[in-house]
């Protein structure tokens, strides 16, 4: 059973930065899956924010401002988040997909975390 955890999640000041890691276990070949960051604000659908296969990619949201990175050899994918705002308050969940591509939909990835939560203060 794969899993996935999320950590460094917290209340920051707008401005401020955070960085989100997600430690993937029991999974077979961590470098071959797609890793993205999606979030979800009370009230709202949840939304991609960020995903990497060999190359990072982003919505529009959060492009110039939050960077994802991977260490396949610890199996851990991050999410680097500067210039915070309070809009980006949300709980965070990091997932992996085994599609090919560029996933960015939350149905093309099979295995989720639990969730973290960010809250940005204004």
């Known amino acids: 059973q794969v899993q996935l955890v999320e950590s460094g999640g917290g209340l920051v000041q707008a401005g401020g930065s955070l960085k989100l890691s997600c430690a993937a276990a029991s999974i077979h070949t961590f470098s071959t899956y797609a890793m993205g960051w999606f979030r979800q604000a009370p009230g709202k659908d949840r939304e991609f924010v960020a995903g990497?296969?060999?190359?990072?990619y982003y919505a529009d949201s959060v492009k110039g401002r939050f960077a994802i990175s991977r260490d396949n050899a610890k199996n851990t994918v991050y999410l680097q988040m500067n210039s915070l705002k309070p809009e980006d308050t949300a709980v965070y969940y990091c997932?992996?997909?085994?599609?090919?591509?560029?996933?960015?939909?939350?149905?093309?990835?099979?295995?989720w975390g639990q969730g973290t939560q960010v809250t940005v203060s204004s």
């Open positions: 990497i296969t060999w190359n990072g």
């Open positions: 997932a992996a997909s085994s599609m090919i591509g560029a996933p960015s939909l939350a149905y093309e990835y099979s295995y």
